[in-house]
């Protein structure tokens, strides 16, 4: 306190203000988004509560995946499949130099099952999918269609939100499957027409045995741990949307900031813990 | 959960609604400042007043969407300002809400919104509560558009469908939000025709907020005026027209110049 009175009666006045100035944004800042974090962990409490099997809205759930899976084929597929490509005209050069194109087919496997596949496809999802969520519940709440739900003494929680978080998270899963098939097809293809190693070769190289079960299921266990960021981050920022059709905008800018930043942020952690 | 005994007034009926000395505020802002009226079993009442006043802020409180800061709320002799959101859903049973802006889901045909609560409350398959929405949409002379999305309809046609939403769980009290608003003339009467009939018919006790003259003194049986926080006038058309109090008259007149304050 004595530090900060000496600082003040030193610095010229209008220094000592946009140093407040600054310490009390950052402040503000960090209040906000702890705030964020708290009202999140509430909608997650809310959602668990009503996840029972007796609950759950099956119809929606299902019409959800229909629409978020069909929704996301075509860009999770071409973005798949470049990526794939894009992994060999990058590692072809090291491996022509090495004369080690067996090991495409492995390098290919190992980058795009653990962490290529997921990474991309939670981020296309999350663009795709996450932001459309964000736009849909924040509407909804902005035209009064939550409290419309709830004036007709529907949980809004248990219709609106619990199908389709899970949806997110299982669309993330299935999504992630189907892209790191199109990646490795991907892979293959360029491989054979820039490298000039055959689909047996690669194939070969993907089954030597250094890719393990274990290689997929870390890849699967993000995909899931990213879908629960996606379905979290989309469903409180739609909720929590405010002031008209510019507050749509808002939100679904927050969701997809979020919902990136978590993504890269839990990738970090479990690519140590999970094995 | 409080009791109140339901208070009668011999040939005015039971008091099924009460709000009770309610105050709301919004941040520094208060909109009501200890509200107070009864509404009967059965009437079409109106709740009026200029734009900003607290008219729709005050339904609101009904069905739980709003809690007030102070007072009470009743409804059919049980205080409801206190019941936590689940406790809300069996009195929201009993009285339905007609939005502004209609607030039918986007993402459904004119059918499927109706049949949504029947599905979900009154444990009718998809097929029967189908077959009940159209039902219902043909009481509100809509049988027609049951395939229709709410994008593909115009104001007046929304509000009704809306209306027939409304009455999937025979409510006993229906809430109006601006029936008539944004609406041309000839679709703002026949709305006012369906909330007489429903009135008159099924004795459902309408709660309707506007400032829509024509409405008002078209169906109304009692009015409350609300002005700046509190009750101005209570009473029934004749005692509205003949008011001697100079706010009253220039609200109801519709004349620019007089004593009323705005904002």
């Known amino acids: 306190m004595g530090f900060l009175m000496a600082l003040s009666s030193r610095l010229p006045y209008r220094v000592w203000g946009d140093l407040r100035g600054f310490v009390a944004s950052l402040g503000g800042g960090v209040l906000l988004q702890a705030a964020t974090v708290g009202q999140m962990g509430v909608l997650l409490s809310r959602i668990a509560a009503r996840s029972t099997p007796a609950r759950l809205d099956r119809r929606e759930l299902v019409r959800h995946m229909e629409f978020m899976a069909i929704e996301s084929l075509p860009i999770v597929g071409v973005t798949a499949l470049f990526t794939g490509a894009i992994v060999i005209i990058q590692a072809a050069p090291v491996v022509q130099r090495f004369g080690a194109e067996g090991l495409l087919g ?13 990474l991309l496809t939670a981020l296309m999802i999350s663009g795709r999918v996450g932001a459309n969520n964000t736009a849909d519940l924040g509407t909804m709440v902005v035209t009064e269609q939550v409290d419309g739900l709830r004036a007709l003494a529907i949980d809004p929680i248990a219709y609106l939100i619990v199908p389709r978080f899970f949806a997110l998270i299982a669309t993330l899963a299935l999504m992630t499957i189907f892209s790191d098939v199109l990646a490795l097809v991907g892979a293959a293809l360029a491989g054979e027409v820039l490298v000039g190693l055959t689909m047996h070769g690669f194939y070969n190289g993907f089954t030597s045995g250094l890719i393990e079960f274990k290689d997929v299921a870390h890849g699967l266990i993000k995909s899931v741990a990213f879908g629960f960021i996606v379905a979290l981050s989309s469903c409180h920022f739609g909720l929590a949307t405010t002031g008209g059709a510019p507050g749509v905008g808002r939100s679904v800018k927050a969701s997809v900031v979020a919902s990136a930043t978590g993504i890269f942020a839990l990738d970090y952690f479990l690519s140590f813990v999970v094995p | 959960m409080m009791i109140a005994p339901l208070s009668k007034h011999p040939g005015e009926g039971d008091v099924i609604v009460r709000f009770d000395r309610i105050r709301k505020s919004f941040g520094d802002k208060t909109i009501l400042d200890g509200v107070s009226f009864d509404v009967r079993k059965g009437e079409v009442f109106f709740v009026i007043g200029g734009s900003g006043v607290g008219k729709s802020v005050t339904i609101k409180h009904l069905v739980g969407l709003l809690r007030p800061d102070a007072g009470d709320v009743w409804f059919d002799g049980v205080e409801v300002s206190r ?17 502004q802006y209609a607030t039918l889901f986007d993402s459904m045909n004119c059918l499927e919104n109706i049949a949504l609560p029947l599905e979900k409350h009154r444990g009718l398959s ?5 077959v009940e929405a159209q039902r219902l949409l043909e009481r509100v002379h809509l049988g027609r558009y049951g395939e229709r999305f709410p994008g593909e309809l115009g104001d007046g046609m929304k509000k009704r469908v809306a209306i027939a939403r409304a009455l999937t769980l025979n409510p006993e009290v229906i809430l109006f939000d601006e029936p008539t608003t944004s609406l041309d003339p000839v679709s703002a009467r026949r709305v006012d025709t369906l909330i ?19 409405s008002i003194f078209g169906i109304a049986d009692r009015i409350v005026m609300l002005y700046r926080g509190g009750v101005r006038a209570v009473g029934d058309r004749a005692h509205f027209r003949e008011t001697k109090d100079e706010v009253v008259r220039q609200f109801v007149g519709g004349f620019a110049d007089g004593p009323m304050e705005f904002g």
Do not use: C, N, Q, Y
Not at chain 2, 196 to 214: K, N, P, Q, Y
């Open chain 2, 126 to 130: 998809r097929g029967a509560a189908l």
């Open chain 2, 196 to 214: 007489r009939e429903l009135s008159d018919t099924l004795g459902v006790t309408a709660i309707v907020v506007s400032h829509d003259l024509t």
């Open chain 2, 83 to 99: 019941l936590t959101e689940e406790e809300f859903f069996p009195v929201r049973k009993r009285v339905a809400m007609v939005f």
């Open chain 1, 106 to 118: 492995w390098g290919a496997g190992f980058g795009v099952l653990r962490e290529i596949g997921p």
